[in-house]
């Protein structure tokens, strides 16, 4: 399976602290998208960072990829309590396949 | 962004009976949508490609009887759940994305339904 694996299963944090959250995955990728999902609600589009590509930044969140260790990880600079959310990575590999298979998730509380 | 549009966002039916979910990509056309199933506090599980003008592609262990998907338009995929049964009970999520690749998806806001 391609499914990721993220670690930690939940994290709580205080406002302002750093969030990593990790993922790993088990056979070689096109790219590696991470995505947020609040309860009971659809998910929304974080990042997508490509195979070879090793770091990608958006406002406070900061992704890398290492595809030797078939990791990536997504860190989230000065949380505030709006972060609160599930985190999911998700990835595509060759084969001409479209489709976006899931992590676990990371349960994220940032508390006020 | 590009918007999906679920509906509807909540059902409660008898066991028995059939439930149709619609998704819809209200600003772009999508030839492919993908159907997810997520259970509580657990990741998301792709249940199967919905193709508009083709027979949907189920993942294994999908079974294609029951969960019926049909992609009739380029903005339009449905899901039904044939005789439902409490343990189809679950939170259904489709998505899509303008054109092709393997870029990001957009989702649709979710249908939780419950069988009694």
């Known amino acids: 399976s391609q499914q990721g694996e993220e670690d930690p299963q939940a994290l709580s944090i205080q406002e302002g602290e750093n969030a990593t959250m990790n993922c790993s995955y088990k056979t070689s990728i096109n790219n590696l998208q991470w995505y947020r999902q609040n309860s009971g609600r659809g998910l929304v589009h974080l990042i997508l960072i490509r195979s070879n590509e090793r770091e990608k930044h958006s406002g406070r969140l900061r992704v890398t990829l290492d595809t030797s260790k078939k990791s990536s990880s997504l860190l989230i600079t000065a949380s505030r309590a709006a972060d609160t959310a599930s985190y999911f990575c998700a990835t595509t590999w060759g084969g001409g396949s479209e489709k976006l298979v899931f992590g676990k998730g990371t349960k994220l509380t940032v508390n006020p | 962004g590009a918007v999906v549009s679920q509906h509807p966002s909540w059902v409660i039916c008898k066991s028995g009976t059939s439930v149709k979910i619609e998704c819809r990509s209200l600003d772009f056309q999508a030839t492919t949508m993908f159907w997810y199933r997520q259970f509580p506090k657990q990741s998301l599980m792709l249940m199967a490609t919905s193709n508009e003008g083709s027979k949907a592609t189920y993942e294994q262990g999908v079974e294609k009887d029951k969960f019926l998907i049909n992609h009739a338009s380029l903005t339009l995929s449905t899901l039904t759940v044939t005789s439902a049964h409490p343990e189809d009970s679950s939170f259904y999520i489709c998505?899509?994305?303008?054109?092709?690749?393997?870029?990001?998806?957009?989702f649709g806001e979710g249908s939780r339904l419950t069988v009694l």
């Open positions: 998505s899509a994305r303008p054109g092709l690749g393997d870029g990001e998806l957009f």
